[in-house]
């Protein structure tokens, strides 16, 4: 009933039928890179360019709209890539949102990507990292002022059994968040630490 009355469409060309379709999935460039990491900043893996039209209008229909269908290509897109990385022994780790943040929202868009991921390697996820302030969101934010808005914003509670942890966000810019999380894992641990995210804007 709900497809009949608000039919899907794609969020490339308006096609009706799917989120994304084949034509506009098959002309997003798709190219795993690498920033290696420095002092307490991990090695980060990101997807594609976030100034993909199709990329960008799904990340904004998951984050902003509740379009939870616009999790499926992106975490295709993931699963693709990170075949070839992962590990035994790794853990999958949200980037958490706030509490406040998450009640407005519904959910939190790196948890509907990390259980597809997980469901398909069957890695374990680990959900103890924690965001304790109400941040502004970092889009919002300057380079310098995104550093400033999230620090100490992330704090890692209980214990940590794990060879790696994967650590994945939607989008990273300049690395802050990645960053921020880092330091409080760092806190009580020294496992390697592989930061993902879809877009790299």
């Known amino acids: ?6 039919p899907l469409k794609c969020l490339g060309c308006d096609k009706i039928g799917a989120i994304a379709c084949a034509d506009c999935l098959s002309k997003v460039k ?5 920033i290696p990491g420095q002092k307490l900043m991990p090695t980060t893996v990101s997807v594609a360019d976030f100034d993909e039209p199709l990329l960008k209008n799904l990340i904004h229909a998951l984050k902003y709209e509740g379009v939870s ?4 290509p992106l975490a295709n897109w993931l699963i693709k890539e990170l075949g070839r990385l992962i590990q035994p ?3 999958l780790m949200p980037v958490p949102l706030h509490s406040i943040r998450q009640r407005e929202r519904g959910f939190n868009q790196s948890e509907k990507l990390i259980k597809k991921i997980a469901d398909k390697f069957q890695i374990p996820i680990s959900r103890n990292l924690k965001r304790v302030r109400n941040t502004k969101p970092q889009v919002e934010c300057t380079g310098e002022e995104r550093r400033i808005n999230l620090k100490n914003a992330f704090i890692y509670k209980g ?3 794990a060879k790696r942890i994967l650590l994945l966000d939607d989008v990273t810019t300049t690395g802050s968040t990645f960053l921020e999380c880092t330091k409080a894992i760092r806190k009580i641990s ?3 630490i592989l930061a993902i995210a879809v877009a790299r804007g």
């Not at 009933?1 to 608000?6: E, G, K, V």
């Not at 269908?69 to 499926?72: G, V, Y």
């Open 89 to 91: 022994g790794d853990v």
């Open 190 to 192: 020294d496992v390697p």
């Open 69 to 72: 269908a616009a999790s499926e």
């Open 1 to 6: 009933m709900l497809d009949a009355i608000a």
């Open 30 to 34: 798709i190219e795993l890179k690498t």
């Open 159 to 161: 214990g940590l059994n």
